[in-house]
């Protein structure tokens, strides 16, 4: 069975790829991009030196133009992060039955909640799967024996999370610094090999 992963390049999304694919499924990663900014690259790159297949789904621009409006309305990213999420889960629907991500017990956003995720399973007929169980602690130390993991101040190179997109095209409308001032910089982390391979 196909099992799709939302997959951004980072630890928690190879996780569960890894998981899933010692389950016995066949694992696609697959990165949302919106057309505006190659996003996906770190991505792709990352999949290939873990060995999995990777996609890029073609979303439409008018979702990250509307997550973006809800972003500098709100003044923070959390709702429009969200929207797009969700996005992406429902165009994921459309090719596969098993749906899975790397959102993780504590992560605040993207997050679905329990009614959320039943909703999206019943309307598509599909199941859906994260971390939901694991905290930080946990994947910080499965994550640790298994990958080599390269950590850096987030770039527009260096992951392929929503942030990405959302960032670029805050800068094109309302320039860098109010994109800077709604994702300051951060740490981000990126999956680089296998750990067995050093």
């Not at 060995?51 to 709702?79: S, W, Y």
């Not at 169980?133 to 946990?138: L, P």
Request: proline share 3%; charged share 25%; aromatic share 10%.
């Amino acid at each position: 069975m196909k099992a799709c992963v939302l997959y951004s390049g980072g630890k928690d999304s190879s996780l569960v790829a890894f998981i899933l694919k010692n389950l016995g499924y066949e694992v696609e990663l697959v990165t949302l991009n919106f057309g505006y900014y190659p996003s996906w690259k770190a991505a792709a790159e990352s999949s290939a030196i873990l060995g999995f297949k990777h996609r890029v789904l073609k979303a439409k621009p008018h979702v990250l133009e509307d997550a973006v409006d809800t972003i500098i309305n709100d003044g923070f990213p959390n709702n429009g992060i969200n929207h797009l999420h969700k996005y992406a889960l429902e165009l994921a629907a459309n090719d596969y039955k098993l749906i899975a991500d790397g959102t993780r017990r504590d992560d605040k956003v993207p997050k679905l909640d329990f009614n959320e995720i039943q909703s999206f399973e019943d309307r598509n007929g599909v199941e859906y799967i994260n971390l939901g169980g694991f905290g930080h602690k946990s994947i910080n130390h499965l994550s640790k024996t298994l990958f080599n993991v390269k950590k850096e101040l987030t770039n527009r190179e260096n992951n392929s999370d929503y942030e990405i997109e959302i960032r670029f095209l805050i800068s094109k409308l309302e320039g860098e610094e109010i994109a800077f001032k709604l994702f300051p910089e951060h740490l981000q982390s990126r999956v680089i090999g296998w750990r067995e391979n050093e």
